[in-house]
């Protein structure tokens, strides 16, 4: 059982920077993968990033062009999402999620979600 929390989101002007950060509550956070996935307005849920239990992989969407990091702290139970050279377009509800059944990218695959934390980025 995985409870999950996340932090971080705000207003940011274009070209500036967010770190996110998702801590679990529960025990089993250290043997699990974990990813983020976005969500904007009239669109579908979408994959981030993913990190394995051991942080030795990490899988970005293409779409991101290098610009955010996917980390995380096994002794604190937390995953982080640093989120540099912000755009508009990076407006979203963002999700940590926890525990994927094989799909990192799809979020179908994906048993534990935080309730979100909204990110909006400024022109």
């Known amino acids: 059982q995985m409870q999950l929390a996340e932090s971080g989101g705000g207003l940011v002007q274009a070209g500036g920077s967010l770190r996110l950060s998702c801590a679990d509550s529960?025990?089993?956070?250290?043997?699990?993968?974990m990813g983020w996935f976005r969500q904007a307005p009239g669109k579908e849920r979408e994959f981030v990033a993913a990190?394995?239990?051991?942080?030795?992989?990490?899988f970005y969407a293409d779409s991101l062009e290098g610009r955010f990091t996917i980390s995380r702290d096994n002794a604190k139970n937390t995953v982080y999402l640093l989120m540099n050279s912000l755009k508009p377009e990076d407006t979203a509800v963002y999700y940590c999620?926890?525990?994927?059944?094989?799909?990192?990218?799809?979020?179908?695959?994906?048993?534990?979600w935080g309730q979100g934390t909204q990110v909006t980025v400024s022109s």
């Open positions: 999620a926890g525990d994927p059944d094989g799909n990192y990218r799809a979020s179908t695959d994906w048993n534990y």
């Open positions: 990190i394995n239990s051991g942080a030795t992989s990490r």
């Open positions: 529960g025990r089993t956070f250290s043997s699990t993968p």
